[in-house]
């Protein structure tokens, strides 16, 4: 009977653990647009070569522009994440790095959208 109600009872937690809610994800969509967790708008940058697994953005350019960070979550298609110069993931769309812009100031910004006919903002 012990062994039972132990059985029982680590059941129970596994269902409790798995009914936890996931980790945030780190982008989502948002009017059409993808934005960060902290809904900032994200871009690509047009010097970034899809599947490449490289980010052409890095020094002063990822001052401007930082990278979206891919976490440790595993992701799955249409995303997946490069490893930068420095050896941090950044994630990606659609083979592309991501990226977020120091002049937007508050959620919804799109301050990067077509700068210098190269950054654009991620819709479908």
Known sequence: MK??????????ALFALSAHPADQAPVKKVNGVLVDAHGMTVYTFDKD???SGKS???????ENW?????GDAAVSAPYSTVTRDDGSKQLAYQGKPLYTFVKDKKA????GDK????WHAVTD
């Open 49 to 51: 070569v899809a599947g």
């Open 115 to 118: 700068k210098m006919n190269v």
């Open 56 to 62: 052409a953005c890095n020094g002063p350019c990822a």
């Open 66 to 70: 930082p990278p979206v960070k891919a």
């Open 3 to 12: 062994a039972l109600k132990f059985g029982i009872a680590c059941l129970s």
């Open 108 to 111: 919804g910004d799109r301050a």
